[in-house]
C-alpha cells in the first residue's frame, strides 16, 4: 500500500508573532512548546491537522532572524530554508499589533522567491480595534492577510478554509493514521537527532554539539520500504534538579508524553558513558507504560576495545533490570550504521505487540506451568488455585488469570508465571500485562469444566 502524500503547510515569521501558538491552535492540540522566550522553536516541528474532511500537515519553524545563545541561528535557519523549500503552502505570519519591522520585511524578501503560494496572517487580532489595523501589512507585497487570534481560536475556520482552498489540488480526505510510531528517548546528547536524521536522508533535526537542542516532542512522517511511520524525536532528559528552565520542564514532559503516545521506544544509551540515574528513570517509566522497546546503544564505534556486544549486553541487564525482555541493538548514527536494521526490529516488536493468541493456547502454557511447579500454599495452609487464562486486550497483551483468590498468590509465583508465558508464547520481546482475579460463575469460558 503506499503512502499518503498529505498537503504541507510551513508556518514562517519572525521570533515570537505566534507560529508556536497557531500550529497548536489549528492541531487542536499541544504540539509546540509556546513561551515568551523568542527562539524556543527551533526545529521544524509537525502535526497532521483535520478540517472538516481534509487532512494537511502543518510544519511550524523556528523565528526568522533570531540570535540563538547556543550558537544554532545558522542551523535555524537552515531548517526553515528546508520547510519553505518542501511545503505545499506558506502561511506568513506577523504580529498586527506591532507595525512592519525589518525582520518582516527581510521575510518578506525570502518568500519572494518561492513558487509555492504564500498566505499573509495576521495574528494577535484578538478584537476588532485589531482587525482594522491588518491593511497595513498588504505592504509586504501578499495581499490583504486572514486576521486571527491563535491564543482564543478567532478567525480559524476562515483561515482553514483557505488553506483548503490553495491546497484543493493535494487535497487528502483519506485518514494518514500511520503504521508505526517510535519515540527515540534518552538523556541529552546521545545521537537522538542524529538517528532521526539517518532515518531521513536529509537534516530534518538540527544536530549539534549544544546539550538540549531538541526542546519540543518533533514527529517526522517518513516512507521507508513502502511502510509508512512516524519517528518522535524528543527533547534529551536530564536529572529534575537540574531542570533550569520552564523550556526544560515542558521538554521534559513532552518526552514521557512521547513515550506514552508511542508503539515503539527506541531507547538510546551513549555506549561511552556509564548508565546513569536518568537512563535508570527513564526504563521505569517505559516499563510502567508498559511499552514495546529496543535498547538502542548508539556510538558503539567509540567503544571499540573497551567492549564487545555480549559483554554490553550484560552490562545493560544489570542495570535496567525491568527491560530485561528488550532486544538491543548496537548503531553508529552519525555514520549510519544499523539503522535500518533497528527499525526492522521496531517493526516486528510493534507486530508482537498486537498479536492475540487463543485461549487454548494460553491454557496450554497454563497447564504446562503447573507440571512444572505449582503455586505453593500460603502459612496457613490455604492452597491458591488457577483455574485458566483469557487475553483480554493487546497493545499491550493483556493475559488475566483467573484464581480462586488473588491474595494468595506469592509475588514469586506470579514472577514465575510470567517469564513461563513469555518463554511459551509469542510475547518473547515485549511487555505483557499479567491480571489476577477472582473466578466467578459467569467467567467460565463456554464449553470448559471448571476444577473442581
Known amino acids: 500500500m503506499s503512502a499518503i502524500l498529505l498537503p504541507t503547510i510551513a508556518i514562517v515569521g519572525r521570533p515570537n508573532v505566534g507560529k ?44 526568522y532572524g533570531i540570535e540563538d545563545h547556543d550558537n544554532l541561528t545558522e542551523h535555524v535557519e537552515n531548517q ?25 520585511t527581510e521575510v518578506a524578501q525570502l518568500l519572494r522567491s518561492v513558487t509555492s503560494p504564500v498566505q499573509l496572517v495576521a495574528n494577535k487580532a484578538d478584537g ?22 491563535a491564543l482564543h481560536g478567532h478567525g480559524r475556520r476562515e483561515l482553514c478554509e483557505r488553506i483548503i ?39 530534518r533535526v538540527i544536530v549539534s554539539e549544544v546539550p538540549g537542542t531538541t526542546r519540543d516532542a518533533i514527529d517526522v512522517r517518513f516512507t521507508l520500504n513502502d511502510r509508512e511511520f512516524v519517528a518522535i524525536d524528543t527533547a534529551g532528559v536530564r536529572k529534575p534538579r537540574k531542570q533550569k528552565t520552564d523550556i526544560e520542564f515542558y521538554g521534559y514532559a513532552r518526552a514521557l508524553s512521547a513515550i506514552r503516545r508511542a508503539d515503539v521506544i527506541l531507547f538510546m544509551i551513549d555506549s561511552t558513558l556509564p548508565i546513569g540515574e536518568v537512563d535508570k528513570k527513564l526504563a521505569r517509566y517505559i516499563v510502567d507504560a508498559f511499552k514495546p522497546v529496543v535498547i ?17 549486553g550484560d552490562y545493560v541487564g544489570a542495570m535496567l533490570q525491568g527491560l530485561s525482555f528488550a532486544p538491543l541493538a548496537f548503531t553508529t548514527a552519525t555514520e549510519q550504521r544499523n539503522i535500518q536494521s533497528t527499525i526492522d526490529l521496531a517493526g516486528s516488536l510493534f507486530k508482537q505487540a498486537r498479536m ?20 505453593p500454599a500460603d502459612h496457613r495452609g490455604a492452597q491458591p488455585k488457577i483455574y485458566y487464562a483469557t487475553q483480554i486486550s493487546t497493545c499491550p497483551p493483556t ?30 520481546e515485549v511487555p505483557v500485562r499479567f491480571l489476577w482475579r477472582v473466578r466467578r460463575s459467569q467467567d467460565t469460558p463456554r464449553g470448559r469444566r471448571t476444577r473442581k
Open 20 to 63: 508556536s501558538c497557531l500550529l497548536n491552535t489549528l492541531a487542536g492540540q499541544r504540539i509546540s512548546i509556546v513561551d515568551d522566550v523568542p527562539g524556543v522553536t527551533r526545529d521544524r516541528v509537525s502535526a497532521v491537522c483535520q478540517f472538516d474532511e481534509n487532512y494537511f500537515e502543518l510544519i511550524d519553524t523556528g523565528g
Open 80 to 104: 526553515l530554508r528546508l520547510a519553505i523549500g518542501s511545503a505545499d503552502l506558506i502561511l506568513f505570519v506577523v504580529d498586527i499589533v506591532q507595525d512592519i519591522t525589518p525582520l518582516d
Open 128 to 149: 476588532e480595534i485589531h482587525r482594522a489595523l491588518g491593511g497595513a501589512f498588504a505592504a509586504l507585497g501578499f495581499g490583504e492577510p486572514i486576521c486571527v487570534s
Open 165 to 203: 482552498e490553495l491546497t484543493r489540488d493535494r487535497a487528502v480526505t483519506e485518514s494518514p493514521d500511520p503504521v508505526m510510531k517510535v519515540a527515540v528517548v534518552g538523556r541529552r546528547n546521545v545521537g537522538k537527532s542524529s538517528f532521526i536524521n539517518a532515518i531521513a536522508g536529509q537534516e
Open 296 to 312: 538502542v546503544i548508539n556510538k558503539w564505534d567509540l567503544a571499540k576495545g573497551r567492549s564487545d556486544a555480549e559483554a554490553y
Open 356 to 375: 492475540r493468541v487463543t485461549t487454548g493456547m494460553l491454557n496450554r502454557a497454563l497447564e504446562d506451568s503447573l507440571a512444572r511447579h505449582q503455586p
Open 399 to 428: 493475559i488475566v488469570f483467573f484464581v480462586n483468590n488473588p491474595a494468595l498468590m506469592r509475588e514469586q509465583y506470579k514472577r514465575f508465571m510470567a517469564k513461563r508465558f513469555r518463554e511459551t508464547l509469542p510475547f518473547e
